[in-house]
């Protein structure tokens, strides 16, 4: 109840994991409180047991306030980002650079009261001793923030893929496609059977390799054409000439690992607010190369055309609440499992084409085709 109170200002899912840290840090102060206090009494120097680790304990209590807690206050002016506010490499140099030091000031003075003399006037009688214990102390914390900053990003990257892996599941089985599939194919059944026929044999295929794929994080480049095939011609079937697609996949690159659905949602946006809105429909392209270490992937329609806005929003990092229906969901999304599975070795490039449309291009890794297939 009093940590609660105490730290009733923290973000409320950082409560437990910084009690957690403190634990920890206090946990490790024991051993170097008994080592601090042999050490002494190997060199023959007067010095009780719990004077160190009076000492030990505040000076690692003060540093990790000073290291860990202070970045939740001073988040802005840190220009901390994410849950674990965790600075950006300059200001968390200029954080420890100050935090540590002040930490361990202020725990040696509390150590100095309590003892009753200054460690100070150890820069007098032994200086290479002096400046041991302070290099010791500030490699021991520095280790410390290490440690915890490793933490930290570890399970801020498990949080991304699992994030991504909830988005992934919402992107497979997009509700609005089934179901005007499947009123579509009630209507064929007594009109057109042999129509009817082909959609379902496209939808059973459409959803067979979704349920596949949706177990492995990578698979061959055919099979996300396959998929892609079985899309385009459900929807085709469903907008008759208005829609015109073609797929181009060399056969060198088939093999070819990469992310389960990572152009699906290119096609359905392309369709959804570059052809269904225009009374003509249009044309899709997708299209797989190879330049020199690098695989390229192009989804090019001629609809109406991606916004300003829509691609300023494309940038934004998605969250559960982002709406799906909007332009630019489809390319976040993508975006975000190219950096989650890559990070800066793979990219998006979004352009308008000068005729109409747009054209999105993914540049990844050209890996073999064993590579986590």
């Known amino acids: 109840m009093l940590f609660k109170n105490l730290f009733a200002w923290l973000p409320a899912d950082q409560r437990k994991p910084l009690?957690?840290?403190?634990?920890?840090?206090?946990?490790?102060?024991?051993?170097?409180?008994?080592?601090?206090?042999?050490?002494?009494?190997?060199?023959?120097?007067?010095?009780?047991?719990?004077?160190?680790?009076?000492?030990?304990?505040?000076?690692?209590?003060?540093?990790?306030?000073?290291t860990d807690v202070v970045r939740y206050p001073f988040k802005r002016q840190l220009r901390?980002?994410?849950?674990?506010?965790?600075?950006?490499?300059?200001?968390?140099?200029?954080?420890?650079?100050?935090?540590?030091?002040?930490?361990?000031?202020?725990?040696?003075?509390?150590?100095?009261?309590?003892?009753?003399?200054s460690t100070w006037d150890l820069w007098q009688l032994n200086r290479n001793r002096f400046v041991g214990m302070v290099a010791s102390s500030v490699a021991i914390s520095a280790a410390f923030v290490g440690f915890f900053y490793q933490r930290a990003k570890t399970e801020s990257l498990t949080n991304q893929v699992t994030q991504a892996q909830l988005m992934l599941l919402q992107s497979q089985l997009e509700p609005h496609m089934l179901f005007n599939t499947l009123a579509h194919l009630r209507a064929l059944?007594?009109?057109?059977?042999?129509?009817?026929?082909?959609?379902?044999?496209?939808?059973?295929?459409?959803?067979?390799?979704?349920?596949?794929?949706?177990?492995?994080?990578?698979?061959?480049?055919?099979?996300?054409?396959?998929?892609?095939?079985d899309y385009l011609s459900l929807m085709a079937i469903r907008m008759g000439k208005r829609l015109v697609f073609e797929l181009d996949l060399p056969p060198g690159l088939a093999a070819s690992p990469v992310p389960s659905f990572i152009l699906q949602p290119l096609v359905e946006n392309a369709i959804r607010h570059g052809l269904e809105p225009q009374v003509s429909g249009g044309r899709i392209e997708v299209q797989a190369q190879a330049e020199g270490q690098q695989l390229l992937l192009t989804v090019r329609d001629n609809g109406l055309g991606i916004s300003e806005l829509a691609l300023a929003e494309s940038a934004r990092p998605l969250t559960p609440a982002t709406d799906r229906t909007?332009?630019?969901?489809?390319?976040?999304?993508?975006?975000?499992?190219?950096?989650?599975?890559?990070?800066?070795?793979?990219?998006?490039?979004?352009?308008?084409?000068?005729?109409?449309?747009?054209?999105?291009?993914?540049?990844?890794?050209?890996?073999?085709?064993?590579?986590?297939?």
């Open 189 to 229: 059944i007594g009109q057109d059977t042999a129509r009817a026929h082909a959609m379902l044999d496209h939808l059973n295929d459409y959803l067979r390799t979704t349920l596949h794929a949706s177990r492995q994080p990578l698979h061959p480049l055919v099979d996300e054409f396959s998929r892609l095939d």
């Open 19 to 66: 009690l957690k840290r403190l634990l920890i840090v206090w946990a490790v102060a024991l051993p170097i409180a008994v080592t601090t206090w042999m050490g002494h009494k190997s060199n023959g120097l007067p010095h009780r047991f719990d004077v160190s680790l009076v000492y030990s304990y505040a000076i690692s209590t003060f540093i990790w306030l000073f």
């Open 80 to 117: 901390a980002q994410g849950p674990y506010c965790w600075p950006p490499a300059l200001q968390a140099s200029l954080m420890l650079g100050v935090g540590i030091p002040l930490g361990y000031a202020l725990g040696t003075l509390v150590g100095d009261a309590y003892a009753g003399w």
């Open 326 to 373: 909007t332009a630019s969901w489809g390319l976040t999304h993508v975006r975000q499992r190219l950096h989650t599975q890559y990070g800066t070795r793979a990219g998006m490039h979004i352009s308008p084409v000068t005729t109409g449309g747009t054209c999105v291009v993914l540049t990844l890794p050209l890996e073999s085709p064993h590579a986590d297939v």
